[in-house]
């Protein structure tokens, strides 16, 4: 089982910066992706930014040039560095990580509570 703790989100002026913390933590786990995703009101959930073990990365258009997702393995957290935010920023974000268990070998997703990002215009 794998444990998400996320942190640093609030409210934000447009044009402004926020980063957002995500710390794993449990036993017998090798994390494979770590990323982001967020939820609007009224629309489905999106994906933000994702890190592979290889640091390979994907993002959104949206949030191209504007977001920077990075990871500590050592510390088993991600990180999302938003800058330039605007007011579509505007909601729950979600840490996801895909993480494989190392007694069974199978891989499994688990999500963080959520964090809310505000930004004001």
């Known amino acids: 089982q794998v444990q998400l703790v996320e942190s640093g989100g609030g409210l934000v002026q447009a044009g402004g910066s926020l980063r957002l913390s995500c710390a794993a933590s449990?036993?017998?786990?090798?994390?494979?992706?770590m990323g982001w995703y967020r939820q609007a009101p009224g629309k489905q959930r999106e994906l933000v930014a994702r890190?592979?073990?290889?640091?390979?990365?994907n993002y959104a258009d949206s949030v191209k040039g504007r977001f920077t997702i990075s990871r500590d393995n050592a510390k088993n957290t991600v990180y999302l560095q938003m800058n330039s935010l605007k007011s579509e920023d505007t909601a729950v974000y979600y840490c996801?990580?895909?993480?494989?268990?190392?007694?069974?070998?199978?891989?499994?997703?688990?999500w963080g509570q959520g964090t809310q990002v505000t930004v004001s215009s």
């Open positions: 449990g036993r017998s786990f090798s994390i494979n992706v």
């Open positions: 996801y990580v895909n993480a494989k268990n190392t007694v069974t070998g199978f891989p499994r997703d688990y």
């Open positions: 890190i592979r073990s290889d640091d390979s990365t």
